[in-house]
């Protein structure tokens, strides 16, 4: 699916948009349809310039009152990929990057990316339970995802020390 869609957005698509533009090019005529080309991208570039500042502002608010910046640093990376499209010329390339300016559309896809990664297994979720004694216990739970060198059937997990994260910190033992 993934090649799929790689190929029709670096092979197909330059061929899709040169027609459209030829099309549009034969209904309307040479100029207006450069005047729409050129009308969208500078519309776009100001819309991107005015919601990328307003964002660099939402992402400061949010570190100066001690909040993760999830939200505007998610509308920053969309905004990214507006402007590329927007610098790529064409019809279909400026509608899809003037869509990515608007915030219900970016929060929309923002969401369906989140659940989508959320679904896929690519994250370890750690609960700890403390004893009476002070230990301690890790329940950790992942989302089994199969391999794709080996095959369909879970991900062997290996049991090896060295394998799994490595937490830098310092230890005192205390001894009774």
């Given at each position: 699916m993934i090649r799929f869609i790689l190929f029709v957005l670096f092979v197909a698509m330059p061929f899709i948009e040169l027609a459209l533009l030829i099309y549009l090019g034969n209904a309307l005529g040479?100029?207006?349809t450069i005047a729409i080309v050129l009308v969208t991208a500078l519309t776009g570039a100001y819309v991107l310039r005015a919601?990328?500042?307003a964002?660099?502002?939402r992402v400061s608010a949010s570190l100066s009152s001690g909040e993760p910046p999830i939200q505007p640093v998610v509308d920053g990376f969309f905004l990214a990929i507006a402007?590329?499209?927007?610098?790529t010329p064409g019809v279909i390339t400026?509608?899809?990057?003037?869509g990515l300016l608007i915030p219900?559309?970016?929060m929309a896809l923002a969401k369906w990316g989140v659940g989508r990664f959320l679904r896929s297994g690519a994250f370890t979720?750690?609960?700890y339970t403390t004893g009476g004694d002070g230990s301690s216990t890790d329940h950790a739970q992942t989302s089994e995802r199969p391999d794709e060198t080996s095959g369909p059937g879970p991900r062997k997990k290996s049991k090896k020390p060295g394998d799994g994260p490595v937490i830098d910190g310092e230890y005192e033992e205390i001894r009774k």
């Open positions: 040479f100029w207006p919601q990328g500042l964002t660099l502002r402007g590329a499209f927007l610098l400026d509608a899809i990057g003037l219900p559309v970016r979720v750690h609960t």
